[in-house]
Nanobody, 124 residues
Framework: QVQLVESGGGLVQAGGSLRLSCAAS????????VGWFRQAPGKEREFVAT????????YYADSVKGRFTISRDNAKNTVYLQMNSLKPEDTAVYYC?????????????????WGQGTQVTVSS
């Protein structure tokens, strides 16, 4: 299993930017696809972005396409989410995750791992 710790959340004005980081430890990080999900108050957790284990293919939710960029540094066991042009509706707790076939499934199975989450708040 992989242990994940997110950082980089905070309060930002609409139109601003934030970069989230997720540090991994434990199992071989480079073997897994990585992803970001988010959960707003009163809503279900939703998929945001995913990146293949070899840093090849990516997939984004329509709501963030063109504004968010997912990347990874396997040498540092870290995955990033660069968020630009933030909107109040992006306010949520953001979670990173790893799993096999995450790029294909866009959901995390019992064999995957979650971080503890980091709060992002976008003010209007």
């Amino acid at each position: 299993q992989v242990q994940l710790v997110e950082s980089g959340g905070g309060l930002v004005q609409a139109g601003g930017s934030l970069r989230l980081s997720c540090a991994a430890s434990g199992d071989t990080f480079s073997n897994y696809d990585v992803g970001w999900f988010r959960q707003a108050p009163g809503k279900e957790r939703e998929f945001v972005a995913t990146l293949a284990w070899n840093a090849g293919m990516t997939y984004y939710a329509d709501s963030v396409k063109g504004r968010f960029t997912i990347s990874r540094d396997n040498a540092k066991n870290t995955v990033y989410l660069q968020m630009n042009s933030l909107k109040p509706e992006d306010t949520a707790v953001y979670y990173c995750a790893v799993d096999h076939l995450l790029l294909l499934r866009r959901r995390v199975t019992d064999s995957g791992s979650w971080g503890q989450g980091t709060q992002v708040t976008v003010s209007s």
